[in-house]
T-cell receptor, first 114, second 113 residues
């Protein structure tokens, strides 16, 4: 079946540091890839997405590139802020049986210190 | 309006109680979802409604009963829950049931005593 593997957290960074959260996937066919973010006490929000190989998704200074050759979709940001502290989930959408299903990674807790 | 609204935000119930969680969206989305999320874990899919019909039930116990009265509303009826059912219950919607972009509500934090 389909699966997503994220780097283990928690991750603690100082403000303005560079962020990378690794994500690799296993899927049949041609999955779409997503990063969702969950701030404390809230639901998940779509941060960015990519629907085909070599696509780059970007939003709010975050970027991720769909790499089919390495089955990866790593999240990066050049300079993090305290307000980026949240849990980040990598996810894929692909056929599971007869329907497209969204499969989440385990999540990575990010804490940014001032 | 790009919101999914869930009520109540918090709920405490006993194992013999009956309660309902409510979810509403006015984005014209035709797919709606219930997820269960335990602390520090990813959301787990429970149910999917597509065009107001139940299309996916991920082997959820019958003490959870979903209902979709119309295209904007989704309910989750709870009865005889167990303490291990305590979790954050998230509602989501998408334009179609292709799961390409989900909009999530803020969730109902449920505690079963």
């Amino acid at each position: 079946g389909n699966s997503v593997t994220q780097m283990e957290g928690p991750v603690t960074l100082s403000e303005e540091a560079f962020l990378t959260i690794n994500c690799t996937y296993t899927a049949t066919g041609y999955p779409s890839l997503f990063w969702y973010v969950q701030y404390p006490g809230e639901g998940l929000q779509l941060l960015l997405k990519a629907t085909k190989a070599d696509d780059k998704g970007s939003n709010k200074g975050f970027e991720a590139t769909y790499r089919k050759e390495t089955t990866s979709f790593h999240l990066e940001k050049g300079s993090v802020q305290v307000s980026d502290s949240a849990v980040y989930f990598c996810a894929l959408s692909a056929l599971e049986g007869s329907a497209r299903q969204l499969t989440f990674g385990s999540g990575t807790q990010l804490t940014v210190l001032p | 309006d790009t919101e999914v609204t869930q009520t109540p935000k918090h709920l405490v119930m006993g194992m013999t109680n009956k309660k309902s969680l409510k979810c509403e969206q006015h984005m014209g989305h035709r797919a709606m979802y219930w997820y269960k999320q335990k602390a520090k874990k990813p959301p787990e899919l429970m149910f999917v409604y597509s065009y107001e019909k139940l299309s996916i039930n991920e082997s959820v116990p019958s003490r959870f009963s979903p209902e979709c009265p119309n295209s904007s509303l989704l309910n989750l009826h709870l009865h005889a829950l167990q303490p291990e059912d305590s979790a954050l219950y998230l509602c989501a919607s998408s334009l179609r049931d292709s799961n390409e972009k989900l909009f999530f509500g803020s969730g109902t934090q449920l505690s079963v005593l």
